[in-house]
């Protein structure tokens, strides 16, 4: 995460920014501090399968002003869906599953990813 505050990024990225600390905080209260929550969970390891599910795939979730919204709205019919005062329910659901798969050692940290040397 960028710290907006902090000045402009030293090279092109993709990352989230955070826009005042508060944003920092949200993050981590929100998406670091939990323990994953799966709905369904296998794992074969003789098979090399690891399989979760966030929601089941009926699921109704509400977002802004009581609009009821299935993961089908979003993922299979591409609509946009308001969460809170100006979140996208996309983003939240996707941030949810990254991070849950990252606190479970799912995904790799960052001392194991392989080194890439850039020069700008």
Same mark, same amino acid.
Request: charged share 20%; glycine share 6%; net charge neutral.
């Given at each position: 995460?960028?710290?907006?505050?902090?000045?402009?990024?030293?090279?092109?990225?993709?990352?989230?920014?955070?826009?005042?600390?508060?944003?920092?905080?949200?993050?981590?209260?929100?998406?670091?501090?939990?323990?994953?929550?799966?709905?369904?969970?296998?794992?074969?390891?003789?098979?090399?399968?690891?399989?979760?599910?966030?929601?089941?795939?009926?699921?109704?979730?509400? +977002?802004?002003?009581?609009?009821?919204?299935?993961?089908?709205?979003?993922?299979?019919?591409?609509?946009?869906?308001?969460?809170?005062?100006?979140?996208?329910?996309?983003?939240?659901?996707?941030?949810?599953?990254?991070?849950?798969?990252?606190?479970? +050692?799912?995904?790799?940290?960052?001392?194991?990813?392989?080194?890439?040397?850039?020069?700008?």
């Amino acid at each position: 995460m960028h710290a907006r505050w902090a000045g402009p990024l030293p090279y092109k990225t993709r990352s989230l920014v955070a826009g005042e600390p508060a944003s920092v905080a949200f993050l981590l209260e929100h998406f670091l501090l939990q323990e994953p929550s799966w709905f369904f969970r296998l794992d074969a390891p003789a098979r090399q399968v690891c399989l979760r599910s966030l929601l089941p795939p009926e699921a109704t979730v509400l +977002g802004s002003g009581g609009y009821a919204f299935s993961l089908q709205t979003i993922f299979t019919y591409g609509r946009t869906v308001q969460v809170g005062a100006d979140d996208d329910a996309r983003d939240l659901l996707m941030l949810r599953l990254i991070f849950s798969a990252y606190l479970e +050692g799912l995904l790799p940290r960052r001392s194991e990813l392989t080194p890439v040397s850039w020069s700008p």
